[in-house]
């Protein structure tokens, strides 16, 4: 073995030392842990797992959807109402919706969630048992207007 000037050895002088590293023998029945590529190539959707959506997180029931449809077409999409007969039927799965499906799903959960004004409606005509208050200039009547008890109806007086 040679050594330079400052002390070191020379590699090709390690390497005629050092044992050669051989593969580890194969025993039989041993099988090897698959690798991640080898993984990959058995199941495609590896990693792409579908996380639920706003439809599947908040409501995951289409018959609501589906009756304020109904109620109230006007605030959809017209392509959910295909979409949601065949939820509502039970043609079609959840689990099986693709994503074009799951994002208008979605976006009719937005407009679910979405209040709208009701319409103002027309004042209803007093009905008949209902009592208008008394005015100024008639007394109170007791028993009607003022509770009976005990005490005068005007306890400062």
């Known amino acids: 073995m040679s050594t330079t000037k400052s002390g070191s050895t020379k590699l090709e002088d390690i390497s005629t030392f050092a044992p050669k590293m051989e593969a580890f023998p194969k025993f039989p029945g041993f099988q090897p842990f698959?690798?991640?590529?080898?993984l990959a190539?058995?199941?495609p959707t590896l990693g792409q797992k579908r996380s639920p959506g706003l439809f599947e997180s908040l409501l995951n029931n289409p018959a609501v959807l589906y009756e304020d449809f109904l109620k109230s077409p006007e605030k959809y999409d017209p392509?959910?109402?295909r979409l949601l007969t065949e939820l509502a039927?039970?043609?079609?799965?959840?689990?099986?919706l693709s994503a074009a499906e799951s994002t208008l799903l979605d976006r009719a959960t937005l407009d679910y969630a979405q209040a709208v004004p009701p319409k103002p409606?027309?004042?209803r005509a007093a009905a008949g048992g209902a009592?208008?208050?008394?005015?100024k200039e008639e007394k109170p009547r007791?028993?009607?207007?003022?509770?009976?008890?005990e005490l005068?109806?005007?306890?400062w007086v």
Not at 34 to 38: F, G, S, V
Not at 131 to 135: D, T
């Open 34 to 38: 698959p690798t991640l590529e080898d």
């Open 41 to 43: 190539l058995e199941d």
């Open 79 to 81: 392509a959910l109402e």
């Open 89 to 96: 039927t039970g043609n079609k799965k959840l689990k099986a």
């Open 121 to 123: 409606s027309a004042p």
């Open 131 to 135: 009592r208008k208050a008394p005015r």
């Open 142 to 149: 007791p028993g009607i207007d003022v509770p009976v008890t």
């Open 152 to 155: 005068p109806a005007y306890w």
